[in-house]
């Protein structure tokens, strides 16, 4: 709703309230409409002030309304009205001002931002279009660039970037509504003929085709099949080309489209469901209510490769102090210098001061005696592991908690390593590890809850997406990339090529396919856990393993050399850059190789390439929730989108399974199987053939049907 009142007798605020954002529900525009018709029929009133309660002013339309009938008058020409109103009216914004919200605040006749505050039209990343306005009203204001940019991203702005874009017309460091206010009655009489947005022309530059047509290029590229960018430049073209009512009329239009689609309900679930992982939970919906994450300062990383590079770089960012431990002299110098670097580099992108006197260095893991909670993040070697936990057991206070870092390895047995097992958690980050979002935090059967709230708190204070795992090999998402990256490597010995089954990935959505990311994380790191595990011997090129199927393919190429990117050959071939070239020695190989087991090269089409790949990832994934190592679906999805390239515009891999029928799901695992005996892993799962005799229930009910009795987390 919106509350009226009255300050210095000739002002009318108006008070927008619904937490936790103010989102623009039917209730909420009803309240703006009769609030606004009250101050305009009041002659008393001589002008307006929008703002919203509890220091925010609108997060935007009422998102949890979508997908149900609309109640409540419709947005636009509300905004219109108060755009037409012959009173000025002032939005005073704090916090912030996102897709509607903003969209009301550019129908006002000025707009006072909080220096604090964050605007922008964010739409787009929910698969849809800024449609009350937004595309008509922004490059009126800020011109077509700044406005192509902003919608097609969505990126939220800071205060200070929408002065300078002219979305705002004033900034204060103190109250945005005491100064609206102000404002409001320096302006009580002034003419708002030229404070109309909608009225101005749109400013074109000359080469509006050129314009259109790299703005559409570059959106093309970026959005990997997303349809909401493609439609917010259609949408900014009809700004350019067509007056105000005509191109409010093509907005609506192609908001028309979106709105019903599949990829605009994917994001939306998306947005949910990263929210929903942060309140880790029990499957079947209990909430660990009583665990209370502990207050962290004092912080120390133990090994300073890549990975503890990006970890200590995360910690400082988050105003953490830390002591960053490397035992060996060269390697600590170089950590310090690239360090640093990152920390220069990431201050100056966010206008800040780097964080460096964050940070301690030692040779010494006695230095991290005092710490709260230690990251190791030494080499993926269980014994090198075990062998600093049991060190650090000795040496941290009593209550520091004991986090490893590490990709897959078995989090209960460092457990055991340590006097103080219920203290220790995993923490997964994927590299680079101060940019990507993606943490999985691994609960172990005997890590305490406060335990993991700590290390999910931790998540959020370095602005990682965290979700709460089970413990077993490969946690959730290296262990659904097994049976996806074998099935790459089965329809290469099949026919396939790198390229063919990876355009067909890339063209489903995903960043990368699944050879140029085996190529980028190294194919290598497989190989040498293998061989750790006895499994690789040398020269051998048995197809069978443990009487299932094998491809050796990936450790014939390790044994001459060929590791990825990094050795600039592997299932393709790089020169300088990380452009992934086609390689025929390659093909040589792979035709040889063929040969040599008596394989027939057949073709293969996209279809078989993408059920094989996706449903033997998806099959993975309801074993993890049979399993009760994934909590839910969401869970799931949101470590597919957030750390392994899935696209988000199809939600995650358990929802897409929604999207397209489990029980089509079902039947071409069932055909899979018998074509392919003997990989194990495409016999459907059981969870799998419940959801489907219970008559495939949408993905939010499934936990009633999981059920899970051995949860792991
Ligand atoms: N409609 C309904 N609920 C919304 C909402 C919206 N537009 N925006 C946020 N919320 C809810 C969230 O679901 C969350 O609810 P929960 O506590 O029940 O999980 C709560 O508000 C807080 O949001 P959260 O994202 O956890 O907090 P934050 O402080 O990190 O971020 C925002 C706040 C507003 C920046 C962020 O929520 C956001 O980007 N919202 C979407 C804005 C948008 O896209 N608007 C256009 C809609 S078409």
Redesign the pocket.
Known sequence: MAQYSRVLDAVALITLQ????N???GRVRQGIVDTVQRALADPKVKSVVICGQNG?F?????????GSPMTGPPLVPMIHAIEAADKPVVAAIE??A????LELALGCHYRIAQAKA?V????V??G?L?AAGGTQRLPRLTGLPAALDLITT?R?ITAAEALELSIVDRLTDHSAVDAAVKFAVSVADQSLDARRISSRPCPCPPDLDALFEAAMRKVRHSSRGATAPVACVQALRAAATLPYSQGMQREKDLMATLFTSGQARALQYN??A???V??WRLPGGARWDGSKPRPISKTAVIGLGTMGRGITVCLAQAGLSVVAVEVQEKPLKEAKQAISGMLRRGAKRRGVAPALDLITYSQNLRAVADVDLVVEAVFEDLDLKTQIFQQLSNICKPGALLCTNTSGLNVDLLASQSRRPELVVGMHFFAPAHVMKLLEVVYGSRSSPEAVATAMDLGKKMGKVGVAVGNCRGFVGNRMLKPYMEQGLFLLEEGATPESVDGTLEEFGFAMGLFRMSDLSGIDVGWKVRKGDGLVQPGAESRVRQGRRYSPLGDLLCERGRFGQKTGRGWYQYDKGHEARPDPWLHRFLEEYRARHGLVARRIDRQEVLERCLYSLINEGFRILEEGIAAGPEDIDVVYTFGYGWPKHRGGPMFYAGMVGLAKVLERLEHYQQTHPDVLYMQPCGLLRRLVASGSPPVHKWREIIKNTHSKI
């Open positions: 619904n937490p936790p954002v989102a623009l529900s925010v609108c997060g935007g339309a009422d998102i949890r309304e979508f916090g912030v996102l897709g509607g919200g964050k922008g039209l964010p739409e990343t929910l849809l800024p969505g939220h947005f949910f990263q929210r929903a942060a309140r």
